[in-house]
């Protein structure tokens, strides 16, 4: 599964950005989708998920700030991120678990990651 994000950049703190991810591949059926974060110096950590069955995560740390919408059927995710604070800036990565079936017979899962964009809140 490739998944193709855009939508990071600079904004001033109080500002809002909105983070677009879309997986493509073949044979594949979106198990969970998301948004992970990772700033200099700290370790990666999750900020928002959706489930297929439309169950969604969000960060106490970006909870009322940040919504995760889209979903794992049109295996196309968002995340809107208003109120926007220095502490935010972090490079974003989109994730997602797949199953992977081919044939019948034939299925595993997969994780797979985009590229990353840079979000960047000067203050």
């Known amino acids: 599964v490739q998944l193709a994000e855009s939508g990071g950049g600079l904004v001033q703190a109080g500002g809002s950005l909105r983070l677009s991810c879309v997986a493509s591949?073949?044979?594949?059926?979106?198990?969970?989708m998301g948004w992970y974060r990772q700033a200099p110096g700290k370790e990666r950590e999750l900020v928002a998920q959706?489930?297929?069955?439309?169950?969604?995560y969000i960060a106490d740390s970006v909870k009322g700030r940040f919504t995760i919408s889209g979903h794992t059927a049109a295996n196309t995710i968002y995340l809107q991120m208003n109120s926007l604070k220095p502490e935010d800036t972090a490079v974003y990565y989109c994730?997602?678990?797949?199953?992977?079936?081919?044939?019948?017979?034939?299925?595993?899962?997969?994780?797979?990651w985009g590229q990353g964009t840079q979000v960047t809140v000067s203050s």
């Open positions: 994730n997602a678990r797949a199953t992977i079936a081919p044939t019948v017979e034939r299925q595993w899962q997969e994780e797979s």
């Open positions: 591949g073949r044979a594949f059926s979106i198990n969970t």
């Open positions: 959706v489930a297929t069955d439309g169950t969604t």
